[in-house]
């Protein structure tokens, strides 16, 4: 039971929107990925540029697929590609593309600024100097008009083969392509530096594993500190077809009024998909008003932000912090099995086990194994990952206020009481897309990391929001200045991440505090897009934007 | 007392900004409302942030030992709050007055709030006892800022008195503090009993409808009856009234350790409390004791000192 009527149903008109903001294509049988940033020097011949490529860009026409989670495909459904394309622009880049001033002048501030100059809000001048030792190719950012800013982002997705591990041969010909356009006709530049990978894209790959019987490689949902990666994104009004939409609403959309048990969470009479206007321009929001957007309505319509951001893994900063706290984390807790310590321990940094079962769901490693025991299903088990509330456990004993996912979607944590709305969080939802990365140059040096992608119709009040608030910031967690203890930025070095216990009467439940968090996630570039509508790109590949 | 509650004095002072220097003061200064900006524009905050901390500067206030929060502020014009709806019967009557419903001031004015500590509950003592500290903390800065507003001459206003004076002519009742340090209501405050108030005003009505009995019975006895019960229960009503105003005037009691010099301690101990557990998780017990004992002797918990630096949220 929906309480949207049929003739109230948001129908988005999927040909007229970019395939990334409403797919993670990640997820979808493209593990491979890369993104190529292109400066425009000359507006007429980045034009051209797009209009060679506007063809090949995707769309969120939904394909046929053999995914068992994909939502199902129309019968006219086209062949799945074996490579997306998808365009995404800077403030500059609208401008050098000559998109009118006064089209520009309606765009939300935090765009026109662009991340690095939002790098104080966002934290990401931590550790100090942390801007300095950003990728090569955003050093231009600094300030508008760079001969060398980043102006589009051009994004690639493509199938892998699984004898190799490598993408298919179709994703370097798309390359190609790009690289000899630009060469051919001048006018757009593709920029370089990106760390210790390849010079001119930035690379991205799921996460692969061997299958010792094939040799076979299998993509992998783990990020690179092990842990399950994107389980859980929020579900808006349009984004599935109705059958799916009541089975993904659950626990990704928002509920209305109180819920008290698993059985009610489970209902999906209980829960709606969140409102479109969140995570697309042109549509009513969660305030039931339209996002503000540039005109022409038709220039915004159908399009949304997107901030890329190249987040660094510390892998062995986080390995040595685990392997050094284990010992007394497990005293402390009174969990005596070291594997066990060692899991529960991984498990209050996230708020998940590292398969991704949530902490409200197993409270403790031997409700962990049970649950896998019992769930053993990957279908029924998914479902259940992301169908939970704190309402049980108000204190954080079991998932501490100040995990990582606690406090980057609190659920009805916010709440005047346990249990009720998600009103406040329901405006600060983010769409994730993206893939790891991992590279290692010729001398031996290797990076590792994710490059998120977000996408959401405010990037202030959305992603912002979050990044500042929830994860550099610990005030809705009951945390004070803690920062998330994985993401989290450390301005200063006595930030604590502290795991409260069930207290006993008897005197026992002592909480364990965590001191002396490195940073273990670090930026390493990125930056604010607009994504166009479909229509959008053909206004701007054609030259005509009427704003009045 | 309003501008006094609960052990804190809430002090509001608008002092008129000068319009131009005197006559052979100009010497290519700015106009004294520039010259305020600029001073208040670049006075330090208290270290909130880990950037102002690194900035090593703080504001002079936190060298006072009772200001919990002060801040300066112009108040150049007030807000404009549109016109009056027109009214189209009075409009048609012509009996509609001309209004902008707007209030101008004749100057700009110099806000400065503060909220300090207020232990003897008398506005005369601890406003006076709390200008003089902030004189010799800071003088140089008050001047800078003050110098700036009318009749603050620097010939005139050389002490600590000359300043208290200037302040306490400036200065307007607080009607509305605010205060957040009692975490639970004070017990024994002053209570009205109904049983008090209905013998009260009973008694008060009485001997008004007394009154006005007598003054209304040369007309007849019946017709005095009617402005005798108006009598009552005005006041009755009066009674009543004046014993809750009497009541709410009077300021809540102080809390707790609510000074400024014991919060700072209570942050002290938080904060190393907090310390002291990380260190010693863990431990067994006789280390534990051990290391508590160190603990006490370090901290000193009965005593003022050491603690939380005034003006800084990381220490």
Same mark, same amino acid.
């Given at each position: 039971?929906?309480?949207?009527?049929?003739?109230?149903?948001?129908?988005?008109?999927?040909?007229?929107?970019?395939?990334?903001?409403?797919?993670?294509?990640?997820?979808?049988?493209?593990?491979?990925?890369?993104?190529?940033?292109?400066?425009?020097?000359?507006?007429?011949?980045?034009?051209?540029?797009?209009?060679?490529?506007?063809?090949?860009?995707?769309?969120?026409?939904?394909?046929?697929?053999?995914?068992?989670?994909?939502?199902?495909?129309?019968?006219?459904?086209?062949?799945?590609?074996?490579?997306?394309?998808?365009?995404?622009?800077?403030?500059?880049?609208?401008?050098?593309?000559?998109?009118?001033?006064?089209?520009?002048?309606?765009?939300?501030?935090?765009?026109?600024?662009?991340?690095?100059?939002?790098?104080?809000?966002?934290?990401?001048?931590?550790?100090?100097?942390?801007?300095?030792?950003?990728?090569?190719?955003?050093?231009?950012?600094?300030?508008?008009?760079?001969?060398?800013?980043?102006?589009?982002?051009?994004?690639?997705?493509?199938?892998?083969?699984?004898?190799?591990?490598?993408?298919?041969?179709?994703?370097?010909?798309?390359?190609?392509?790009?690289?000899?356009?630009?060469?051919?006709?001048?006018?757009?530049?593709?920029?370089?530096?990106?760390?210790?990978?390849?010079?001119?894209?930035?690379?991205?790959?799921?996460?692969?594993?061997?299958?010792?019987?094939?040799?076979?490689?299998?993509?992998?949902?783990?990020?690179?500190?092990?842990?399950?990666?994107?389980?859980?994104?929020?579900?808006?009004?349009?984004?599935? /077809? #109705?059958?799916?939409?009541?089975?993904?609403?659950?626990? =990704? !959309?928002? *509920?209305?009024?109180?819920? @008290?048990? %698993? &059985?009610?969470?489970?209902?999906?009479?209980?829960?709606?998909?969140?409102?479109?206007?969140?995570?697309?321009?042109?549509?009513?929001?969660?305030?039931?008003?339209? /996002? #503000?957007?540039?005109?022409?309505?038709?220039?915004?319509? =159908? !399009?949304? *932000?997107?901030?890329?951001? @190249?987040? %660094? &893994?510390?892998?062995?900063?986080?390995?040595?912090?685990?392997?050094?706290?284990?010992?007394?984390?497990?005293?402390?807790?009174?969990?005596?099995?070291?594997?066990?310590?060692?899991?529960?321990?991984?498990?209050?940094?996230?708020?998940?086990?590292?398969?991704?079962?949530?902490?409200?769901?197993?409270?403790?490693?031997?409700?962990?194994?049970?649950?896998?025991?019992?769930?053993?299903?990957?279908?029924?088990?998914?479902?259940?990952?992301?169908?939970?509330?704190?309402?049980?456990?108000?204190?954080?004993?079991?998932?501490?206020?100040?995990?990582?996912?606690?406090?980057?979607?609190?659920?009805?944590?916010?709440?005047?009481?346990?249990?009720?709305?998600?009103?406040?969080?329901?405006?600060?939802?983010?769409?994730?897309?993206?893939?790891?990365?991992?590279?290692?140059?010729?001398?031996?040096?290797?990076?590792?990391?994710?490059?998120?992608?977000?996408?959401?119709?405010?990037?202030?009040?959305?992603?912002?929001?979050?990044?500042?608030?929830?994860?550099?910031?610990?005030?809705?967690?009951?945390?004070?200045?803690?920062?998330?203890?994985?993401?989290?930025?450390?301005?200063?070095?006595?930030?604590?991440?502290?795991?409260?216990?069930?207290?006993?009467?008897?005197?026992?439940?002592?909480?364990?505090?965590?001191?002396?968090?490195?940073?273990?996630?670090?930026?390493?570039?990125?930056?604010?897009?607009?994504?166009?509508?479909?229509?959008?790109?053909?206004?701007?590949?054609?030259?005509?934007?009427?704003?009045? | 007392?309003?501008?006094?509650?609960?052990?804190?004095?809430?002090?509001?002072?608008?002092?008129?900004?000068?319009?131009?220097?005197?006559?052979?003061?100009?010497?290519?200064?700015?106009?004294?409302?520039?010259?305020?900006?600029?001073?208040?524009?670049?006075?330090?905050?208290?270290?909130?942030?880990?950037?102002?901390?690194?900035?090593?500067?703080?504001?002079?206030?936190?060298?006072?030992?009772?200001?919990?929060?002060?801040?300066?502020?112009?108040?150049?014009?007030?807000?404009?709050?549109?016109?009056?709806?027109?009214?189209?019967?009075?409009?048609?009557?012509?009996?509609?007055?001309?209004?902008?419903?707007?209030?101008?001031?004749?100057?700009?004015?110099?806000?400065?709030?503060?909220?300090?500590?207020?232990?003897?509950?008398?506005?005369?003592?601890?406003?006076?006892?709390?200008?003089?500290?902030?004189?010799?903390?800071?003088?140089?800065?008050?001047?800078?800022?003050?110098?700036?507003?009318?009749?603050?001459?620097?010939?005139?206003?050389?002490?600590?008195?000359?300043?208290?004076?200037?302040?306490?002519?400036?200065?307007?009742?607080?009607?509305?503090?605010?205060?957040?340090?009692?975490?639970?209501?004070?017990?024994?405050?002053?209570?009205?009993?109904?049983?008090?108030?209905?013998?009260?005003?009973?008694?008060?009505?009485?001997?008004?409808?007394?009154?006005?009995?007598?003054?209304?019975?040369?007309?007849?006895?019946?017709?005095?009856?009617?402005?005798?019960?108006?009598?009552?229960?005005?006041?009755?009503?009066?009674?009543?009234?004046?014993?809750?105003?009497?009541?709410?005037?009077?300021?809540?009691?102080?809390?707790?350790?609510?000074?400024?010099?014991?919060?700072?301690?209570?942050?002290?101990?938080?904060?190393?409390?907090?310390?002291?557990?990380?260190?010693?998780?863990?431990?067994?017990?006789?280390?534990?004791?051990?290391?508590?004992?160190?603990?006490?002797?370090?901290?000193?918990?009965?005593?003022?000192?050491?603690?939380?630096?005034?003006?800084?949220?990381?220490?």
């Amino acid at each position: 039971m929906s309480i949207v009527g049929e003739n109230e149903r948001i129908a988005l008109r999927l040909a007229d929107i970019q395939g990334n903001i409403l797919n993670a294509y990640g997820k979808q049988g493209f593990p491979k990925g890369r993104a190529i940033f292109l400066h425009v020097d000359d507006g007429k011949k980045g034009r051209a540029f797009l209009e060679e490529f506007y063809d090949r860009v995707t769309t969120a026409v939904r394909w046929k697929s053999d995914n068992p989670y994909a939502p199902k495909a129309e019968t006219s459904a086209p062949e799945r590609p074996p490579v997306t394309l998808n365009f995404a622009f800077t403030f500059d880049g609208l401008a050098a593309l000559g998109v009118p001033i006064k089209t520009l002048s309606m765009m939300p501030a935090e765009f026109l600024q662009g991340m690095r100059a939002r790098a104080p809000i966002l934290g990401d001048i931590s550790p100090k100097g942390a801007l300095d030792s950003w990728d090569e190719v955003w050093k231009d950012q600094t300030e508008a008009g760079g001969k060398n800013a980043v102006h589009i982002m051009a994004l690639l997705n493509s199938k892998m083969n699984p004898v190799t591990g490598n993408p298919v041969p179709e994703l370097d010909e798309l390359t190609e392509d790009i690289r000899s356009v630009c060469n051919a006709k001048g006018g757009v530049r593709i920029l370089q530096g990106h760390g210790v990978g390849a010079a001119d894209y930035q690379d991205m790959s799921a996460r692969l594993m061997q299958d010792p019987q094939t040799g076979h490689f299998k993509p992998v949902p783990l990020e690179h500190f092990g842990y399950v990666d994107g389980i859980s994104d929020p579900v808006f009004e349009g984004q599935f /077809p #109705p059958e799916d939409e009541a089975v993904r609403k659950v626990g =990704n !959309g928002k *509920f209305k009024g109180h819920l @008290k048990d %698993q &059985e009610e969470i489970e209902d999906e009479a209980n829960w709606e998909p969140l409102a479109t206007g969140e995570f697309l321009l042109g549509y009513p929001d969660e305030a039931k008003e339209m /996002p #503000p957007a540039a005109r022409p309505n038709l220039f915004s319509t =159908n !399009g949304t *932000f997107m901030a890329y951001r @190249k987040l %660094q &893994e510390n892998v062995d900063d986080f390995d040595d912090y685990i392997d050094k706290t284990v010992p007394e984390f497990a005293k402390v807790y009174g969990i005596e099995d070291e594997t066990a310590a060692r899991a529960t321990l991984l498990a209050k940094f996230s708020g998940r086990w590292q398969d991704g079962v949530p902490l409200a769901l197993a409270k403790n490693y031997e409700e962990w194994v049970a649950f896998n025991a019992k769930y053993k299903d990957d279908v029924t088990k998914r479902k259940k990952l992301s169908r939970f509330i704190y309402a049980d456990d108000e204190h954080g004993a079991a998932c501490p206020a100040s995990s990582h996912t606690r406090r980057v979607h609190p659920r009805d944590m916010l709440g005047p009481t346990p249990g009720s709305g998600t009103i406040l969080v329901n405006r600060r939802r983010i769409l994730r897309r993206g893939l790891p990365y991992d590279a290692t140059n010729d001398t031996g040096d290797r990076e590792r990391g994710i490059v998120m992608l977000i996408c959401c119709a405010s990037l202030e009040r959305q992603f912002e929001f979050v990044q500042q608030q929830w994860i550099n910031y610990g005030m809705d967690s009951n945390a004070g200045n803690d920062t998330c203890p994985m993401l989290g930025s450390r301005p200063t070095d006595d930030l604590k991440f502290v795991i409260p216990h069930a207290t006993q009467a008897d005197g026992e439940g002592a909480p364990y505090i965590c001191s002396k968090l490195p940073q273990f996630v670090e930026t390493k570039g990125g930056a604010y897009f607009f994504v166009p509508s479909m229509t959008s790109l053909r206004m701007m590949t054609i030259g005509v934007i009427d704003p009045t | 007392m309003p501008s006094i509650d609960s052990g804190y004095y809430f002090l509001t002072v608008l002092a008129p900004v000068r319009s131009a220097w005197a006559n052979g003061e100009e010497n290519g200064r700015a106009a004294p409302i520039i010259e305020l900006r600029k001073t208040l524009a670049q006075m330090p905050t208290a270290m909130q942030t880990p950037h102002s901390h690194s900035s090593g500067q703080i504001s002079a206030f936190s060298k006072s030992t009772r200001t919990h929060f002060a801040r300066f502020a112009v108040i150049d014009r007030l807000g404009y709050n549109g016109y009056e709806a027109a009214d189209p019967v009075l409009d048609t009557a012509k009996l509609a007055k001309p209004s902008l419903a707007r209030t101008e001031l004749s100057s700009p004015y110099l806000l400065f709030a503060a909220e300090f500590d207020a232990p003897g509950g008398s506005r005369n003592y601890d406003l006076a006892v709390y200008l003089r500290e902030l004189w010799d903390v800071m003088e140089e800065d008050l001047v800078e800022i003050f110098s700036n507003c009318v009749a603050f001459d620097r010939e005139k206003i050389s002490t600590a008195a000359d300043f208290i004076e200037y302040i306490k002519q400036c200065e307007i009742e607080t009607t509305m503090p605010f205060n957040f340090y009692w975490a639970e209501p004070p017990r024994d405050l002053p209570t009205l009993t109904i049983k008090g108030l209905v013998a009260g005003g009973v008694f008060t009505g009485a001997i008004m409808a007394m009154v006005f009995y007598a003054l209304f019975s040369r007309f007849g006895a019946y017709l005095a009856i009617v402005p005798a019960l108006i009598a009552f229960l005005g006041g009755a009503i009066g009674f009543v009234a004046m014993r809750f105003k009497k009541y709410g005037d009077r300021p809540f009691p102080a809390p707790p350790d609510g000074d400024l010099m014991s919060v700072l301690k209570g942050l002290h101990v938080q904060n190393t409390f907090g310390q002291f557990v990380i260190e010693e998780q863990g431990a067994d017990a006789a280390e534990l004791h051990e290391a508590f004992g160190r603990y006490l002797d370090e901290n000193q918990l009965t005593k003022t000192k050491p603690h939380h630096p005034a003006g800084q949220v990381y220490r």
